[in-house]
């Protein structure tokens, strides 16, 4: 069956850089995108951007462009999302989703990200 | 951006009752391909999001047949027809039409 794993929890500083890992099993790999959204605490969905695992091609949120770098290791089909210069409202969940069904169709469990001094 | 509005942002529901939400989106979402790319999504509580439907209509695998989707252009509805415990949670549009992807505020149904 398809899945999603990603990563642990991190706790970073601010200005410092953070890389989630996703890995992905149960499917060709080179077949999907992947998305990348994130959840602050309590708060609704926010999409920063998505990775074609097949070619490394990017689209990110205009939010996040020159803060955030997808890639990918495709002998271990896992996408790595990678935050720079993390503010306190950086804190959030990440979730990495494989782009399907013209939607988001699996869901890693999400990261959680918290940011503090 | 395309922005999406969600409405209620709460919907107390009794169970066995129906459950409605729509979801308004700022422009068209008719892709250029002929195709309306608006899913729904579900999150339970401490769970990531799950895909209901896809593409306004379409049940995604394993999905019950209580959830149905129904709209076009700019005006999408997500409706629950009797609705069990298990379906508390918050409930998300989303459009995959163009870039950026964007999602509603989430609408929390909750048992009366």
């Known amino acids: 069956q398809v899945q999603l794993v990603q990563s642990g929890a991190e706790v970073k500083k601010p200005g410092a850089s953070v890389k989630v890992s996703c890995k992905a099993s149960?499917?060709?790999?080179?077949?999907?995108?992947i998305h990348w959204v994130r959840q602050a605490p309590g708060q609704g969905l926010e999409w920063m951007g998505w990775v074609n695992p097949n070619t490394g091609g990017t689209v990110y949120a205009q939010k996040f462009q020159g803060r955030v770098t997808t890639t990918r290791d495709t002998s271990l089909s896992i996408v790595y999302m990678e935050l720079s210069g993390l503010k306190f409202d950086d804190t959030a969940v990440y979730y990495c989703?494989?782009?399907?069904?013209?939607?988001?169709?699996?869901w890693g469990q999400g990261t959680l990200v918290t940011v503090s001094s | 951006d395309i922005v999406m509005t969600q409405t209620p942002l709460s919907s107390p529901v009794t169970l066995g009752q129906p459950a409605s939400i729509s979801c308004r989106s700022s422009?068209?979402?008719?892709?250029?391909?002929?195709?309306?790319?608006l899913s729904w999504l579900q999150q339970r509580p401490g769970q990531p999001p799950r895909l209901l439907i896809y593409?306004?209509?379409n049940r995604f695998s394993g999905v019950p047949d209580r959830f149905s989707g129904s709209g076009a252009g700019t005006d999408f509805t997500l409706k629950i027809s009797r609705v069990e415990a298990e379906d508390v949670g918050v409930y998300y549009c989303m459009q995959s039409t163009q870039f950026p992807r964007t999602f509603g505020q989430g609408t929390k149904v909750e048992i009366k």
């Open positions: 593409k306004i209509s």
């Open positions: 422009q068209s979402l008719v892709h250029s391909d002929g195709n309306t790319y």
């Open positions: 149960g499917y060709t790999f080179s077949d999907y995108y």
């Open positions: 989703t494989r782009g399907a069904s013209s939607s988001c169709d699996h």
